[in-house]
């Protein structure tokens, strides 16, 4: 009996001793398991939390609303962009940001009529087609991917907003007047190092070419612009002037809003999609009811028009307190112009556009800018059409075209824009 008691003392033991071990060697297993478990995510806290005590953290798209906190964000950046920014680079991209009417045309023109640009009118119109009526704010995204491509000699892009994946030259939105496209060894038509108009029936019997061929010739300039009226916000941009492989710099184009208006009216039936795509990208707030809905003293198409200049003045104010506060790189790569300025002074502007996009002046293009400023009457009947025409009339025509009613609607909406740019406001008297 004592031996069985002993036997059974002893079993009770080894067991008792089994199971504290086992449930050692369960809590052993389960707490490393645990460790495993959360060792990625200490390491991931570790690597942020360093980053962001240690690090400067760089946003992928400029926080743009930092800029107004002065030289905070000019500090963080300029070191850093200050290689970026090199106007001696084999390759320069220029992109001359306008609204309808302002005369971009004509601004366009003087980098067409250059030997060394490859020029672009207005591409990101076949965006606005194609996904037509979207408003013109959910489509800058589209604008800027389109752009970026484009400037890279890229031309595939123009195929998502066609149905045919073999496009030509004939494609490109105002090929008929593009000097490339109608020069040697494209077309035998004109040749590059000759200025002058090109002429549509002229160009309109080039061969198409395959869009592949244009690329070619676009690789080939060391400069590439791109003329546009769809880009509603600057900042839209400053993604693509941090991009060191672009080294993009921006030429905008003001003008007188008031002949802007003017001459929107005067065009009015050909800009009343765009006019539209404009307004819809507004929610209909109380400051921009009164302009959404039709007035019945008008016809429909010169309201859509008329609203949508108040809306270009919004953007353009914006664009000019962007500019105003930001960093330094960014200034370096943008200037402002007048058309007033262009068309009343010429060369001196010819000259401080070529020298900004790293180009020559030459005594043929002296003469085309000259001749083009100094020719006779206001414009022709298509209003769309690059002539020459006498600078004053063009800049003055709005005081005859617009009643005292339009001037003043025009000089209330506009008024802080108009100050910006040093335009004054008409008085009775004047008028």
């Not at 039936?269 to 003293?297: D, F």
Request: aromatic residues 10%; positive net charge.
């Amino acid at each position: 009996g004592d031996k069985h008691n002993n036997y059974s003392r002893v079993y009770l033991r080894e067991r008792e001793m089994k199971r504290r071990l086992q449930k050692k060697y369960f809590i052993l297993i389960l707490g490393y398991s645990v460790l495993l478990l959360l060792i990625p995510y200490m390491l991931d806290y570790r690597s942020k939390s360093g980053h962001i005590k240690y690090g400067k953290q760089q946003p992928r798209c400029p926080d743009l609303g930092m800029w107004n906190n002065g030289d905070k964000f000019s500090n963080t950046t300029d070191t850093v962009e200050e290689s970026v920014v090199n106007r001696t680079q084999s390759k320069i991209h220029v992109y001359l940001h306008a609204t309808w009417r302002t005369g971009s045309s004509f601004l366009g023109e003087l980098f067409n009529q250059h030997p060394d640009v490859f020029y672009l009118y207005e591409p990101m119109w076949h965006i606005w087609q194609a996904l037509y009526p979207g408003d013109a704010v959910s489509l800058q995204g589209a604008v800027r991917d389109m752009m970026k491509a484009l400037l890279r000699c890229d031309f595939s892009v123009l195929k998502l907003y066609t149905g045919s994946q073999n496009i030509t030259t004939s494609f490109i939105f105002g090929w008929r007047k593009n000097k490339v496209i109608c020069s040697e060894p494209l077309c035998e038509a004109y040749k590059r190092n000759e200025v002058g108009l090109v002429q549509d029936d002229v160009c309109g019997k080039c061969p198409r070419k395959d869009i592949k061929e244009l690329e070619k010739e676009c690789k080939k300039y060391r400069v590439v612009v791109i003329k546009g009226v769809r880009v509603l916000d600057l900042g839209v941009l400053v993604p693509l002037m941090r991009d060191p492989a672009l080294n993009l710099q921006i030429i905008q184009l003001f003008r007188d809003p008031r002949a802007v208006h003017n001459s929107r009216l005067k065009s009015k039936q050909a800009l009343v999609k765009e006019s539209i795509q404009v307004l819809r990208s507004k929610k209909q707030t109380e400051k921009y009811k009164r302009l959404l809905l039709p007035n019945k003293r008008g016809n429909r198409a010169e309201n859509y028009v008329s609203s949508a200049m108040e809306i270009i003045c919004d953007n353009w104010l914006n664009d000019m307190m962007l500019m105003m506060n930001a960093p330094l790189w960014v200034k370096r790569n943008y200037i402002k112009i007048r058309y007033e300025d262009l068309v009343l002074h010429p060369m001196e502007e010819l000259k401080r556009l070529y020298t900004f996009s790293n180009l020559s002046s030459f005594p043929a293009m002296d003469k085309f800018v000259l001749n083009m400023t100094h020719g006779h009457g206001y414009s022709s009947d298509k209003p769309f059409l690059i002539s020459s025409r006498d600078a004053k009339e063009a800049i003055f025509a709005w005081r005859e075209r617009l009643n005292i009613e339009q001037i003043s609607q025009v000089e209330d909406y506009c008024s802080e824009v108009m100050r910006q740019l040093g335009y004054q406001k008409n008085s009775v008297d004047q008028t």
